[in-house]
């Protein structure tokens, strides 16, 4: 705890990924006096064809 | 927002999700008076060995 | 199956709800050709505070 | 209802899948009380490179 | 990791709770091999009201 | 686009609230290259009594 779960499109790198655990768990817990080894974060990635705004799907968008 | 996650099986069209997110998105703004912009929704697809009802995984279903 | 998990701001009535709730339902049986039956929709209400977009809370957006 | 979503690294066997929503159902059902067929699981299965703890992904964790 | 969440109606004590907890990462740690002190429950209570299968509101049903 | 949820003990003011969306959200910008606009975070404030780790309710620890 804290937990943070980060839906985001398939394509980031490992390295992209590695920099963002770290400066979300920085954030934790700096601004909210989490306990570093309690910050948990798992990445969801999904595709263009699986996420929609405003009714349309991403991969519809030009 | 608002923020929609549809947890399904895997095996919808591309055609199928457009649909969907158009009709989720309708119902939102015109029942939910959410504005169309904001509305946000994302398609989580697994399989029927991810799925359990009543104690049961879906691919031990006949 | 499906579940519909929307993440929405807290204030909507419950008709509002019903209408949501039958309104995604039909639009997952119909478009997604889900059993009815099986479609379970949950509502998760935050405040304007728990919520933000391009980096600013809700409740500090005019 | 309850609905319980296992985010877990890929890997499990189909037969662990089977014995964890066997398990996890009945003790939903002897110590909630809840409806067995009312019972949902679902699995996501994540890689080493999606989930971190204290701001590491487990893919650089030796 | 595993990180388990639980959706369920308000309403069970902490005892309950503290059982479910005791019981569902057993499961883990035996069915899963999971690290016991990795396994992560989040409970998420809500109402009748926010809560529909089939398409009709838990707090419309009979 | 990305999605970040953020599920956390309740009691983080609003000030600590207004501070992590910026710095999440300036992660996924300059780290993950994600639109500003695009991102949206939500806190999902448990107690607890809603959170486990090893099998052990975070109210039942000392």
Do not use: C, W
Request: proline share 2%; net charge positive.
């Amino acid at each position: 705890m804290p937990l943070i779960q980060v839906t985001m499109l398939k394509g980031r790198t490992i390295e992209q990924k590695r920099k963002l655990a770290a400066r979300i768990t920085d954030a934790m817990v700096e601004d909210a006096k989490a306990a570093k080894e309690a910050v948990v974060i798992t990445f969801i990635e999904i595709t263009r064809e699986d996420y929609a705004s405003a009714g349309v799907l991403l991969a519809d968008k030009k």
